[in-house]
């Protein structure tokens, strides 16, 4: 984080019927806990905007850290909002005042019930938001950093054939005990340069690409989430 950057607090969208009957659970306990645990929590029915509704719940869905949904009542608005929310993968508690209102078949999803309970809610669910947050940050966290030190290449060529030596050295930290990812790392990357170097032989005008493009390409499939170093940009 940089000098004068303040965190981002995650962002928590929150489905549950629009009745009056559901303000003190909203106020009193989602929007308390979450206020406890430095989570931004809305609703829809809160904000301002220029879609439908119904795009405007998709956009949340999509950009929330994580969904909270009261399935009190078997509201089929909040029953199709969750289903999006899943298929989407987004992390995703289940609320609830009975667990009949849960179907069978959801019931292995993560869910509380408080019975008719402010408290007990307020109980559970910040043990629930913390383990979201923990949830979360593992998720958009990269195992690994990766610099590359030096690229460097030499093309030697005549009237008939070009030759190019390409040298790359890493850096690379691994944040967990997967050493294995990294052996997979270093063959897959032996092998595309040298996939590479090979095309390069019969196309030299392809050397740069190889040199320099190739290599942040396997790299970024390997490790879509990964962050490097030095501004070096995967894609």
């Known amino acids: 984080m940089g000098v004068g950057q303040l965190p981002v607090k ?39 905007f220029s879609e439908t509704i119904l795009e405007r719940i998709y956009r949340q869905i999509e950009t929330a850290d994580f969904v909270i949904a009261d399935m009190t009542g078997r509201n089929p608005n ?58 979360r940050e593992k998720q958009t966290t990269s195992a690994f950093t990766i610099e590359i030190r030096n690229h460097d290449g030499e093309l030697e060529k005549d009237n008939y054939s070009a030759h190019v030596v390409v040298e790359f050295v890493f850096n690379i930290s691994n944040k967990t005990e997967k050493n294995l990812l990294i052996l997979k790392l270093f063959t897959y ?11 390069a032989k019969t ?30 940009k995967l894609s």
């Open 10 to 48: 995650p962002f928590a969208f929150v489905l549950m019927p629009f009745d009056s009957a559901f303000d003190d659970i909203y106020k009193l306990g989602i929007q308390a806990v979450a206020n406890e645990c430095d989570v931004i929590a809305e609703r829809v029915d809160e904000q301002n």
């Open 78 to 135: 909040v029953f199709y909002e969750v289903g999006y929310a899943h298929a989407r993968g987004k992390l995703c508690t289940l609320l609830t005042q009975s667990v009949d209102d849960i179907p069978f078949d959801l019931r292995h999803h993560r869910h509380i019930e408080y019975g008719s309970s402010i408290q007990t809610l307020k109980s559970k669910l910040k043990s629930e938001m913390n383990w979201l947050k923990a949830e």
């Open 189 to 199: 990357i032996r092998g595309q340069i040298g996939s590479s170097l090979n095309r």
């Open 203 to 232: 196309a030299p005008h392809q050397i740069q690409k190889a040199k320099s493009q190739n290599i942040f390409i396997l790299l970024n499939r390997l490790f879509p989430d990964c962050r490097p170093v030095h501004g070096h």
